[in-house]
């Protein structure tokens, strides 16, 4: 069974940084695809950005520009950078990993942007 452990959450105001982390139990580059999902209170669970084995990225409208992932292969991790952070980005922030007959989540962190 793969874990996935996130790290990095917390509260920030308006305008701040976080760093997620993303450290799961077996290599990185097991899984055909990492992401990270979010889910609001009283909203369906989203997607916030992905990683392919090949490195190819994709992102949510509502985060491009602002929020970078990223894999550190010594580390094993894989990272959400989010920058410019609003009120609306406010939510429990799961991490995602995924094989060809598998999907694995992480237990989630609470991200809170408030002043």
């Known amino acids: 069974q793969v874990q996935l452990v996130e790290s990095g959450g917390g509260l920030v105001q308006p305008g701040g940084s976080l760093r997620l982390s993303c450290a799961p139990s077996s290599s990185i580059f097991s899984f055909v695809s990492m992401g990270w999902y979010r889910q609001a209170p009283g909203n369906q669970r989203e997607s916030v950005a992905t990683?392919?084995?090949?490195?190819?990225?994709s992102y949510a409208n509502s985060v491009k520009g602002r929020f970078t992932i990223s894999r550190d292969n010594a580390k094993n991790t894989v990272n959400l950078q989010m920058n410019s952070l609003k009120p609306e980005d406010t939510a429990v922030y799961y991490c995602r990993a995924d094989r060809a007959i598998a999907t694995f989540w992480g237990q989630g962190t609470q991200v809170t942007v408030s002043s």
């Open positions: 990683v392919t084995n090949g490195g190819s990225t």
